[in-house]
């Protein structure tokens, strides 16, 4: 049989999003288990108890399939709304609340994992790894992008390079415990810690940029 079916998709037929759900969560796992390459379509099928085709007919190809994964990695932790501009809302309280879910979101067992595998993957496999760049930190990044430029047509803020800005914001919360947990020398900062980081952060972005 093909790897990649032809006959799969039928536009006419709606979509059993319980199953869909079950296939992400079993690609999370199996991609982090076993890595990209060592991950099928088969094997994401079993877990999920699918057949293939139910895999094939909501993600055409595993490279679809990996990036969908990704995205709703970030998702789980920073959803769309965050990244919107509520009436009434404080900026301040919209950037801590996108500041400390990035910051759960890249220090979880998960994203330090899927971080590991593409740092191995990343010489062998440059499309992966552009996937990958594009589906998780490129897209939060255009968000916050969006989202700081409304903020500077608002007048709370006054910042000329909304997407630069927003690349500050987010390596700022990364910090060191980040790289330490990428290295395997640190541990996930306490609650306290996590806190006390995303204050400070938020803090000195709002000097910065502050009119």
């Known amino acids: 049989m093909s790897d990649n079916p032809s006959n799969t998709n039928n536009p006419g037929r709606p979509k059993d999003m ?5 296939i992400l969560e079993a690609a999370k796992f199996l991609f982090l288990s076993n890595g990209y390459a060592n991950t099928s379509m088969d094997a994401v099928a079993l877990e999920a108890g699918v057949s293939k085709l139910t895999v094939y007919s909501h993600f055409t190809d595993k490279e679809t399939l990996f990036t969908a994964a990704v995205v709703a990695k970030c998702e789980e932790q920073l959803p769309v709304m965050y990244f919107e501009l509520p009436e009434g809302i404080p900026v301040e309280t919209v950037l801590l609340n996108i500041a400390r879910g990035f910051h759960r ?23 992966l790894s552009q996937i990958f760049f594009e589906a998780g930190p490129m897209r939060m990044v255009q968000g916050m992008e969006r989202l700081l430029n409304r903020i500077d047509q608002s007048g709370a803020l006054s910042i000329e390079k909304p997407f630069k800005a927003a690349e500050h914001f987010f390596c700022l919360l990364k910090g060191t415990a980040n790289f330490c947990l990428l290295y395997g020398c640190g541990e996930p900062p306490s609650e306290e810690a996590a806190e006390a980081h995303v204050q400070d952060v938020v803090g000195l972005f709002m000097r910065a940029y502050r009119p």
Request: proline share 0%; net charge positive.
């Open 18 to 22: 319980a199953k869909r759900q079950a």
């Open 105 to 127: 979101l890249v220090n979880s067992q998960e994203s330090v994992n899927l971080h590991r595998l593409m740092m191995t993957t990343g010489n062998q496999d440059v499309k």
